[in-house]
């Protein structure tokens, strides 16, 4: 079995909490596909060892709410100044029609390049733009780009039934599918895909793209039904902005949490992107049904959304993980960037103590895996998947830090990512992604940017 001994780090966060957030550990060795000791550790013969000094070690980050294919949308003009509803429909939903196979691979490629390099080894990917005919399978194309990367990948199978008021006659509508279609669908994709066991590198989510918009309520809770009858879970959009909540109490006279519970759509195997508008109401039943939510604070930020109540969520009791939300509204989907803001953000608002680098941690990676049931990912430790990634600390960023463990979030700016590891296997590699050419990808972009500009 393969064997590669990492030696003498100068640090390592485990993604554990509080006391079991730090370790004494220097050196950790990977076997075949697993963490098989920690501690103070002596190379074997034959094995690999690579020298970890001036390394930090950290569990790959676990990115549980992702658009992909936004990855070739960063910065158009017309939605970078604009809240949700009119950037929706300036940029996703005005481009995201004319995005074929093609224009999904590069994206993904992107995207999942974008978060390698930020010390990201588990991507879950909210894809939503699948409809009749389209000549290929989204949910293919994206596994197929995953693997040649070797991602853990999380396909949140999006998608409507029905369409937003704001599609217009002039452009194509976003693509929809009937229910019946939608369901065999996924069912399809299920069956090709997903793994259940816990260290899976392929899994499958029901994720209808925004409960209230996206198809009737009686559909809703046929699709929680369908995906629990297929073992799987369950994701979608929630309370983005403060129009979400208006459109709940004016509209279905409820609240977003509630409307949710009572189409079936809450419970551990649940989790949603944002809930940045909460009352303690719904605070107290995402914590008493262990819901999850996949915090967004770059995007919310982005989009002027404001805040989420994540502390008071995972006070609770809900899960609180963390997601880079598409780079159509947050052009640095990159996790380091994502938990650094996390870091300001919730400290420029509620004071010095309202937030800790090593909980951050924690849910960008324990919590992560534990959203998408991943029980043996997201942590350093013996029996758990090799996912990691060593940050190299000499750059003068990080020089003259008291305390490397946290610097990689502390610092901020761009990761300096020297090795990662995917279930035992080199995924990044002196800062390279192997069979990976950077500058083909960057002219590719440059050219579907160009041709997207013209539809
Ligand atoms: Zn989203």
């Known amino acids: 079995m393969n064997s590669t001994l990492i030696q003498n780090a100068s640090a390592m966060l485990t993604g554990g909490l509080e006391t079991e957030a730090r370790t004494s550990a220097t050196d950790l060795r990977i076997e075949g596909d697993r963490i098989t000791e920690m501690g103070s550790l002596t190379p074997r013969a034959g094995e690999r060892v690579v020298d970890a000094r001036g390394c930090v070690v950290y ?40 995005l ?39 949910s293919a194309t994206l596994f197929n780009v995953a693997e040649r990367m070797g991602v853990r990948f999380v396909l949140l199978r999006g998608g409507a039934t029905m369409g937003r008021s704001f599609a217009t006659d002039e452009r194509p509508p976003m693509p929809t599918q009937p229910l019946d279609v939608f369901l065999r669908e ?80 809450i419970g551990p195997d649940v989790s949603f992107a944002h809930m940045v508008h909460l009352d303690a109401e719904e605070i107290a ?50 996790m380091i960037s994502e938990l650094h803001a996390a870091w300001m953000i919730h400290r420029a608002v509620k004071g010095a103590t309202a937030q800790s ?11 992560g895996a534990k959203v998408l049931g991943l029980d043996y990912v997201g942590t350093l430790a013996s029996g758990m998947q090799a996912d990691l990634v060593l940050y190299d600390m000499t750059h003068p960023r990080y020089a003259g830090n008291h305390d490397d463990a946290t610097a990689p979030i502390t610092a901020g700016g761009a990761a300096q990512v020297r090795h990662a590891w995917v279930a035992g296997r080199t995924v990044v590699c002196d800062g390279q992604i192997p069979g990976l050419d950077l500058a083909e990808l960057s002219a590719r972009a440059r050219a579907l940017v160009k041709k997207i500009q013209a539809s």
């Open 186 to 265: 996924v069912e399809h994709s299920t069956r090709q895909f997903h793994d259940a066991s816990p260290q899976a590198m392929r899994k499958v989510v029901m994720a209808p793209t925004t409960p209230f918009y996206s198809c009737t309520p009686d559909e809703l809770r046929e699709m929680a039904r369908a995906a629990r009858s297929l073992g799987i879970r369950l994701h979608s959009h929630l309370s983005e902005t403060a129009d979400y909540v208006r459109f709940a109490r004016d509209v279905l006279k409820s609240r977003p949490v509630d409307w949710c519970a009572e189409h079936e759509w």
């Open 285 to 334: 039943i995402c914590g008493q049904t262990k819901t999850a939510i996949a915090h967004c604070p770059q995007s919310n930020g982005r989009l002027g959304s404001g805040v989420a109540p994540v502390q008071a969520l995972a006070q609770a009791g809900a899960t609180v993980s963390i997601g880079v939300d598409g780079a159509a509204s947050n052009e640095a989907a990159d």
């Open 59 to 98: 569990p790959g980050f676990v990115n549980t709410h992702h658009h992909l294919f936004q990855s070739v949308l960063k910065g158009v003009s017309a939605g970078l100044n604009v809240p949700l509803f009119e950037w929706l429909q300036s940029v996703p939903y005005r481009y995201g029609p004319y």
């Open 357 to 367: 680098v090593e909980t951050l941690v924690h849910w960008a990676t324990a919590n």
């Open 100 to 138: 074929g196979e093609e224009a999904i691979e590069i994206a993904a490629t992107i995207g999942i390049a974008e978060l390698l390099l930020s010390g990201c080894t588990t991507v879950a990917d909210h894809h939503y733009l699948f409809g009749t005919n389209m000549g290929y399978d989204p």
